[in-house]
């Protein structure tokens, strides 16, 4: 059996913060503001996976209203999101990603994102494909207020998952 997911997430750029993309401190101004590292691509990606394994979604597993997930790496979170994906009996096949963003570009920096998140994700570099885009200066991306990303993935499972309730 083959399941999809699809996430989406969106955060408005902060100063005085880094910008974690996709695991990897990225050159730029300003970060993105948040209540983890604020990594809007994993964000996404999480929630593609959660959402494909039935397991609900990124706010529910980790609340923006829980101190010890203030200031995490997303890693982190994406790490934990993956075991209880694998632990359900689901095979992660694919991801594929779009960041968008008029400022700063991403493509540079779209093989290191990829290296950095295939072990995470425990598949080879060459199933992640990420892709960078601006919006033409339409809307809050294209003003550079903030950054937007939205990731699909194809599971497989081997076995019927259960029909028990998720725990989060």
């Not at 982190?76 to 689901?90: G, K, N, P």
Request: aromatic share 6%; charged share 20%.
């Amino acid at each position: 059996m083959f399941r999809v997911g699809y996430g989406v997430d969106v955060h408005a750029f902060a100063n005085d913060r880094r910008l974690v993309i996709g695991g990897i401190t990225i050159p730029y101004d300003k970060g993105l503001a948040g209540h983890s590292d604020a990594d809007v691509l994993v964000h996404a990606i999480c929630d593609a996976l959660l959402g494909a394994a039935g397991l609900g979604d990124i706010g529910r597993w980790f609340p923006d209203s829980t101190p010890q997930y203030k200031n995490i790496d997303s890693t982190v979170l994406l790490s934990a999101i993956v075991d209880a994906v694998v632990q359900r009996d689901f095979t992660i096949i694919n991801i594929d990603a779009t960041v968008l963003a008029q400022a700063p570009r991403i493509a540079p920096y779209t093989d290191r994102i990829r290296a950095r998140l295939a072990p995470l994700l425990a598949i080879e570099p060459d199933r992640i494909n990420i892709k960078a885009t601006t919006t033409e200066g339409l809307g809050f991306c294209g003003r550079a207020e903030g950054i937007e990303a939205r990731a699909v993935c194809l599971l497989q499972c081997r076995t019927e998952p259960s029909t028990r309730e998720p725990s989060f």
